[in-house]
């Protein structure tokens, strides 16, 4: 239903393309608030507050269109749909009422959340987030390193044996690493130890810059490892990071909203004896 809906606003948008929005002699209305109606259908209001919803709704590429085809789209729009709509509450089915008050519901919190995401961030909490996230944080080490990953600890030890004799570890990996940074001589940029798995990271912290160690079994295979060099990173600077201080307070107050509500709510669970396969009986909605 509401694939069809958005068909039906998109075929309005186009449908209006050529009709003005405002008439020549008409001079523009300085006195219009959300509750002004706009046009009726069947005695049935369509409002400016109405037209303002269904736009901040619309994908991006609707809003680049010209004012005057996305007004007048948008009021095609809900001319149809109210049209329909007064057929649709002359045969609502129990289904249509317990879909209504599902999305009824969906929408409250919904917009309870956006509301808690949106007050969420200050100047004040964006910098104290800061100074907890980076400025007061540890340094951390960031390590360059590269491997040599092959499917045997037999094939490791001999790629380890030669490069111990004087192969060079670019070139033994393009020849024998089953994986995508063999092409780059097995170089896998900068790491923090954290992003890579256990034991591969365990022998890279135990490294010399320039040492090569091997075999060493992961869930991926048998690895040489060569660690090149390490470095300490320093804090970024507030303003690189504020976009991502800002998600981070959103969401921390959104997942405190959910819990603190739910939390203090009477809540009250009736499903003993539910099989929970009963979700899959359509039926039970009727027609």
């Not at 068909?7 to 008439?23: D, E, K, Q, R």
């Not at 004040?124 to 390193?145: D, L, N, T």
């Not at 034991?199 to 060493?216: D, N």
């Not at 307070?249 to 959104?254: I, K």
Request: glycine fraction near 6%.
């Amino acid at each position: 239903m509401r694939k069809l809906t958005e068909f039906m606003g998109a075929t309005a948008l186009v449908l209006c393309a050529a009709l003005p929005a405002l008439a020549e002699d008409a001079k523009p209305r300085t006195d219009l608030t959300a509750d002004s109606v706009l046009a009726t259908v069947n005695g049935k209001e369509i409002t400016l507050g109405q037209m303002i919803t269904v736009r901040n709704g619309l994908p991006p590429e609707y809003l680049q269109l010209p004012d005057d085809i996305l007004f007048n789209g948008i009021l095609d729009q809900l001319v149809q749909q109210t049209a329909l709509a007064e057929i649709g509450e002359a045969r609502m089915t129990r289904r249509d009422e317990i879909a209504l008050e599902v999305d009824r519901r969906a929408y409250l919190a919904g917009a309870v959340l956006d509301y808690t995401a949106q007050t969420a961030v200050t100047e004040e909490k964006i910098e104290e987030a800061y100074k907890v996230k980076y400025a007061s944080a540890e340094p951390s080490r960031e390590f360059h390193a590269a491997h040599i990953i092959v499917d045997s600890e037999e094939a490791a030890a001999k790629i380890k044996a030669a490069i111990d004799g004087g192969a060079d570890f670019a070139e033994e990996a393009r020849k024998n690493s089953t994986d995508g940074a063999a092409a780059n001589g097995g170089d896998l940029g900068w790491f923090k130890l954290e992003a890579m798995v256990q034991p591969f990271a365990e022998a890279i912290a135990s490294m010399k810059e320039g040492e090569v160690k091997g075999p060493v079994q992961t869930e991926y295979g048998w690895h040489v490892v060569k660690l090149m060099e390490s470095r300490l990173t320093e804090a970024p600077k507030i303003e690189d990071v504020r976009d991502e201080l800002i998600g981070d307070l959103r969401q921390q107050a959104v997942e405190t909203r959910v819990t603190e509500t739910v939390e203090k709510a009477k809540i009250e669970k009736m499903v003993d004896g539910v099989d929970p396969a009963i979700l899959k009986n359509d039926a039970l909605l009727g027609q």
